[in-house]
């Protein structure tokens, strides 16, 4: 802060190093002896507070002590003594104090004009504490009426070189509040330290729980971030240290009542000696993949992010899936490492996720890690490949499944149950009576059309790479099936087109709505969904998303209506014990093969005997 107080009193931590707080009256003195013995060679000088007959400094002193000795309403009840005190001695420098002490009063009282007014008194003694005050006041200010990013800018120049005790307590915890307002997560971390560290001699622990509760504004991975870096901190640094306890304390209150086992296990692995009473309870939590249990109406989504078609599938899915849990009203989401938590009106249902990272063993992580978390049936498989992997390990941990894909292989178990269509029979549908010779865009062309024998398709693409239909051309082609995802068809479409002007178009279930009147479109159940104005269920979706939905919406929100008609089956609480466990999820499999409800991706209601979801498929030309 340019000028407002001498680099004589400037405080030096680890930023600078500490100096020890002066009291108001030593201040006076050691003031006045920098007068008379630094010269004035270091530029302006701060005014003496205490300047004056003795009748004003013991005046002041009296006001002064029972102001910084009160809390809020002991100060505002100071305010006609100050006023008085400020009318009656105006020609003398300690109207100044007076005038500071009224404004940051005025502050707490909200009265935001009067504090701005107060202020400018002060500062007209010109560098010094009661400058210091102004400035204070001028920054709450700002922070009180909505200007977090000034009030910052105003603020943090000053940290380190206020003198008075209250008030660079009160510019810390202003500091902090106004980095928290500007969403600034790295400075508001760096001044609490600050802030903790200034209140290690005089108020720690009011400082600590405020701390504590403003940990909670603070995202998730910005914590876990402060965490990794906590290394690099001095191992001598109490605050840094008090710091650390205090955000590690946060994550695990959050990882138990999210249950979240993933956050458990970080924290065990990098923090535990942070953890203090909290220890043995993440502990559990972090081994809870070996523990599974079964929560009421809770469903898992096991997410796919192997690429970026299966992360968009998982996208839409998810969002389906909210929808089709949702009973009325709004859905709350509650992000967090590794997952989202999705509670549902009256609680209804609730929604965990986990994704695979990526790998075939993250998928068995994943699956476990959602059983930890008590869910009583996942939905799963945005390919192929991942269908497969959960087909396995459902019928070897007994874990009922709605599966978006089918698997490379028909599954006998049980708990299996296939809700999406396979890409070759949609691939066989879209070919309908259509001439040959015929390509085919598909999302992943070796799995798509591996199954189709028919000798009229003789070229295809795949989505993973750039389109050419030139050699089409050269080919002969005169049909296209575009049973790639949307976004993959709608760029290709223009290329195609140039290539094929006069070629047949058939458009699968992704991609229905991008077909033009007069071309082919593949439909099942209420698919394309693209205008659709009577179903009020869709005009929910459409007022909510602003778009009709996809086909994979769509699939995740028939899994949740399937998944929520099964798990009325299931009593209201929890279930731990191992036995009990396998109980309720048997008995969510067998409700799963009964369950029925108006489906948006077919015309049936419940699955086939052998968990298969019938679906009609034909062509019909866009009017």
């Known amino acids: 802060m340019p000028g407002a107080t001498s680099t004589t009193f400037q405080r030096i931590r680890r930023d600078v190093a500490p100096v020890p707080r002066l009291r108001s009256a030593w201040r006076a003195a050691l003031l006045t002896a920098c007068l008379v013995g630094c010269g004035g060679d270091g530029g302006p000088v701060p005014d003496p507070a205490f300047a004056g007959t003795l009748e004003v400094q013991r005046a002041q002193r009296e006001l002064e002590t029972r102001w910084v000795g009160g809390d809020a309403p002991a100060r505002r009840a100071l305010v006609p003594a100050l006023v008085a005190f400020h009318t009656r001695y105006r020609a003398e420098p300690p109207a100044r104090t007076a005038a500071a002490l009224l404004a940051w009063t005025s502050v707490e009282m909200g009265d935001f004009a009067a504090a701005r007014r107060w202020a400018a008194d002060a500062r007209a003694s010109g560098p010094g504490p009661n400058a210091d005050i102004a400035l204070l006041v001028e920054g709450a200010v700002q922070r009180r009426s909505g200007q977090p990013e000034q009030a910052l800018r105003t603020l943090a120049p000053a940290v380190g070189k206020v003198v008075d005790p209250w008030a660079h307590h009160a510019l810390d915890e202003e500091v902090v509040l106004a980095s928290v307002g500007a969403r600034r997560w790295r400075d508001a971390l760096r001044y609490m330290r600050i802030w903790l560290r200034e209140a290690a001699d005089d108020d720690p622990a009011r400082v600590g729980a405020r701390a504590d509760a403003l940990l909670v504004e603070l995202p998730e991975a910005d914590l876990l971030r402060a965490l990794d870096a906590a290394a690099d901190d001095d191992a001598d640094d109490a605050a840094a240290r008090r710091l650390q306890q205090a955000i590690a304390r946060r994550l695990a209150r959050t990882a138990r009542e999210r249950k979240d086992v993933a956050l458990a296990q970080r924290l065990l692995g990098g923090a535990r000696d942070l953890l203090g009473d909290d220890s043995d309870a993440i502990a559990r939590l972090a081994a809870g993949t070996s523990s599974a249990r079964v929560e009421p109406q809770t ?112 599954s006998t178990s049980p708990f299996v149950f296939v809700l999406g269509e396979a890409p070759q029979r949609q691939v066989q549908a879209m070919l309908g009576p259509a001439p040959g010779p015929a390509a085919v865009l598909a999302t992943d062309l070796k799995m798509d059309a591996r199954a189709t024998t ?50 047949t178009l058939v458009f699968g279930l992704e991609a229905g709505d991008l077909a033009q009147p007069g071309q082919l479109v593949l439909t099942a159940g209420a698919y394309p969904a693209e205008g659709r104005v009577g179903d009020a269920e869709m005009r929910r979706w459409v007022d909510a998303q602003g778009a009709w939905p996809g086909w994979w919406s769509g699939l995740g929100r028939d899994a949740g209506v399937l998944a929520r008609a099964a798990l009325r089956s299931l009593p209201p609480v929890g279930a731990e014990r191992a036995a009990e466990v396998e109980q309720r999820r048997a008995a969510v499999a067998r409700a799963l093969a009964t369950a029925a409800g108006a489906l948006w991706t077919t015309e049936a209601r419940t699955f086939a005997v052998d968990r298969t979801m019938p679906r009609g498929m034909s062509l019909r030309a866009v009017r």
């Open 299 to 410: 469903v898992g989504l096991l997410v796919s992010v192997r690429s970026d078609d299966a992360r968009r599938r998982a996208i839409e899915a998810a969002a389906g899936l909210a929808f089709g849990l949702r009973a009325a009203g709004g859905v709350e989401d509650v992000a967090g490492r590794g997952g989202v938590s999705r509670t549902l009106p009256r609680g209804s249902a609730r929604m965990v996720s986990r994704d695979d990272g990526g790998t075939d063993a993250g998928v068995e992580e994943a699956l476990l890690a959602l059983g930890a978390e008590g869910a009583a049936v996942v939905v799963a498989g945005m390919t192929e490949a991942d269908a497969s992997a959960v087909a396995v390990l459902a019928e070897a941990r007994r874990v009922p499944v709605l599966l978006l894909h089918p698997p490379a292989r028909a």
């Open 454 to 503: 028919d000798v009229r398709i003789t070229a295809g693409a795949s989505c993973a790479a750039p389109v050419s239909a030139d050699p089409w051309r050269t080919a002969g082609v005169r049909t296209v099936l575009l049973a790639g995802g949307r976004a993959c068809v709608r760029e290709a479409l223009p290329q195609i087109v140039r290539a094929l002007p006069a070629a």
